[in-house]
């Protein structure tokens, strides 16, 4: 009899070693598993938090006006500068002065921009 108890022992032994054995490896792979649903989740929590930033950075570049700078309205905008020195005209001819109609002065209108042009204050634009 003492020896069918020393097989059972040992029978009992080898079953829970291998348990012990399968049980590790189970830990062992849930461990790893766990590690790589982590890094996954923290690299998707790290490119949503970028591209949350980047939209909130490009809204408030959207936002912000951009500075106008003040121009001249007493001429049109399509003439070009007036120079300080002579001008030379093709084929030896003079410039002609500016007439009076096309002159306007802060005494003709009460805006200061000539007749025939508007500001967008005036016209209720933005």
Not at 30 to 55: D, K
Not at 92 to 110: F, I, K, L, N, V
């Amino acid at each position: 009899m003492v020896r069918s108890r020393q097989r059972q022992r040992q029978l009992a032994r080898a079953r829970w070693e291998r348990q012990q054995g399968r049980r590790s490896a189970q830990s062992i792979r849930q461990r790893r598993i766990a590690i790589v649903v982590a890094v996954v989740v923290a690299l998707v929590a790290a490119a949503a938090l970028v591209w949350l930033i980047i939209r909130i950075v490009n809204q408030e570049d959207q936002r912000t006006p951009v500075p106008v700078l003040p121009s001249d309205t007493s001429r049109p905008s399509f003439l070009p500068e007036p120079s300080s020195g002579p001008q030379t005209l093709p084929s030896g001819q003079t410039p002609s002065p500016p007439t009076a109609s096309t002159e306007t002065t802060p005494s003709d209108t009460s805006s200061g921009t000539p007749s025939g042009t508007s500001t967008a204050s005036s016209q209720g634009q933005r």
